[in-house]
């Protein structure tokens, strides 16, 4: 059967993380290796003269996927009925920043970009945002676009949790397949909460595997936290090979599936769950079937996961109350 192609809105597109994600998804690595794709790329004029080059490359690799590129700098043309909407366009922090310093800088994007999905976007869109800080500005997204459904935005966290698993990996020497259950709660930022105590490999507590406590708090924990701002002090610019990964991978567990026995970290909207109040954009374990997702329901949270849970709450609702005036 030959399907209809996929319209996939790419932001950003003449950046390096666009640069590492656009090949992979024409390639098939997002959808699989019978979806045609139509890639709509949008960058701001002043970067016209790259995206042209990226397009150009995009022709030369004579990809049997992929039927179709729009370039533009129109955000109305580049999500002109959109099947999915990758918003990676923003500022990137440079060292010494936090995340959320970006807010102010890439808040405005995310609201003009809402509104502009609002208007054009297939209704059944689905839209990740990965631009920073990429939980709020994914509230403000959605909240732009109020006709399309909340369950049908999210933010990044799947590098996040990517991070986590390559770190008990190599702890255990296992391969990273062989890990299930993991999660990072909470804000793509270094309050996230990477949370070993649900993990297993072949139904052992990972935590009993490991039997260190002080690597866990010492190591495990920080060493995510902070791992985009390692990357930054060691290349001199943000994560974007592995950024451009997990985006393959979070929409590749949305649109086929989440595995079975397992889940994945999506950072959605909150609805009570876990005892975190509704309305903020949090990292919670779902399991995807049939192109929806679900949160994992009844895992037991511990008094010392359950104030960092709250603090990575508390941080969203700061950063929420920063740009008040961007959500209508
Ligand atoms: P980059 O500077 O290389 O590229 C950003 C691109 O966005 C540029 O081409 C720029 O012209 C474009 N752009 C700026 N404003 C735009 C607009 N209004 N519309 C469309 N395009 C616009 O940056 P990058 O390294 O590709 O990173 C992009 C964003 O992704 C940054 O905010 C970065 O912090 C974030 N990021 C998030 C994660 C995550 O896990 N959520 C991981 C890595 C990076
Ligand atoms: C990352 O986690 O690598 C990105 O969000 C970039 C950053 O600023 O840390």
Same mark, same amino acid.
């Given at each position: 059967m030959v399907r209809s192609p996929v319209r996939i809105a790419i932001t950003g597109a003449a950046g390096q993380i666009s640069y590492s994600l656009l090949f992979r998804i024409a390639a098939g690595d997002m959808l699989g290796s019978n979806q045609p794709v139509i890639l709509q790329l949008l960058d701001i004029p002043a970067a016209k003269k790259i995206l042209d080059g990226v397009v150009m490359e995009l022709q030369d690799?004579?990809?049997? =996927? =992929?039927?179709d590129i729009i370039a533009t700098h129109d955000p109305l043309a580049a999500f002109d009925q959109v099947d999915i909407a990758i918003l990676v366009g923003a500022r990137p922090r440079k060292q010494g920043m936090e995340r959320k310093d970006l807010l102010q800088i890439n808040g405005d994007i995310f609201k003009r970009q809402g509104q502009a999905l609002n208007q054009v976007a297939k209704r059944d869109a689905k839209i990740l945002v990965v631009g920073n800080p990429a939980n709020t500005n994914t509230l403000i997204t959605m909240s732009n676009a109020p006709d399309l459904p909340a369950e049908n935005f999210s933010g990044m966290l799947r590098l996040d949790h990517n991070r986590a698993l390559s770190q008990v990996a190599m702890k255990l020497a296992q391969p990273v397949s062989s890990i299930r259950k993991m999660i990072v709660w909470?804000?793509?930022?270094?309050?996230?909460y990477p949370d070993l105590y649900h993990a297993e490999i072949d139904g052992t507590k990972v935590t009993h595997l490991i039997n260190d406590q002080a690597w866990i708090e010492d190591y495990f924990i920080p060493t995510v936290q902070k791992r985009g701002a390692a990357v930054i002090e060691a290349r001199g610019l943000s994560s974007a090979a592995s950024a451009a990964n997990a985006i393959i991978d979070h929409l590749h567990s949305w649109f086929l599936g989440t595995r079975e026995n397992d889940w994945t970290t999506m950072g959605i909207l909150s609805d009570g769950s876990y005892a975190i109040p509704a309305g903020v954009i949090y990292g919670f374990p779902v399991v995807c079937t049939d192109s929806k997702r679900k949160i994992v329901s009844g895992l037991e949270i511990d008094s010392v996961s359950r104030m960092r849970l709250t603090a990575a709450y508390e941080e969203l609702v700061q950063e929420r109350d920063a740009i008040k005036q961007l959500l209508p």
């Open positions: 690799c004579a990809f049997p =996927l =992929l039927v909470g804000n793509h930022s270094s309050t996230q």
